[in-house]
């Protein structure tokens, strides 16, 4: 009897304690969620010739060149600098790039934008970035657009193997060619 007395007080305290143990706390959403874009966008193509990860942050009544300044290198997007994954050789704004992935930088500025793919990994912001690291820098040609876009968006449109890279924020679209 008190042996099963014992089980059960044993039992019961495991389901306490273990409630207890897994327990999670998960935060809340982030006020620049991530988001993914890839090309071709359907998810079910998985032969992909390129997919950027990135955050999206929001403007808020501010300026995109407040956020985004020119003539300074920029992470594109908030948070971690955006990655993007070419997952077979591209030339990207007219340079060959080999597969891979790579860190994703920006200049902006008023009539073309510089984009630039880095060897960095892991990075925060462009805090840390280096030119050394850079493996092209492209030019991208910036368009206005018709409304205002809230939150910065990556897009992609194309055929076959021969897209353009959309990025779009506030008035502004940068366009860059990428052919597989």
């Known amino acids: 009897m008190k042996k099963i007395i014992f089980v059960r007080v044993v039992l019961i305290l495991t389901v306490l304690f273990s409630n207890q143990v897994t327990a999670q706390s998960f935060a809340g959403l982030d006020k620049s969620p ?7 966008s359907s998810y079910r193509i998985s032969d992909k010739l ?8 929001q403007l808020r009544r501010r300026s995109v060149i407040k956020l985004a300044p020119n003539d300074k290198v920029w992470r594109t997007g908030a948070n971690e600098a955006a990655e993007i ?4 050789d591209v030339n990207f704004g007219g340079k060959e790039v080999k597969s891979g992935t790579y860190t994703l930088f920006t200049i902006p500025g008023d009539k073309q934008w510089t984009v630039i793919l880095s060897t960095a990994k892991n990075v925060w912001g462009a805090y840390s970035y280096s030119e050394l690291e850079d493996v092209v820098r492209v030019s991208a040609t910036v368009s206005k657009s018709k409304k205002s876009i809230e939150a910065f968006s990556i897009a992609f449109n194309g055929q076959e193997n021969d897209a353009t890279m959309y990025l779009g924020w506030g008035k502004l679209i940068v366009s860059v060619p990428v052919k597989g």
């Open 50 to 57: 390129v997919k950027v990860i990135y955050s999206r942050p």
């Open 85 to 88: 994954t070419f997952y077979k």
């Open 34 to 40: 991530m988001d993914v874009a890839a090309y071709p």
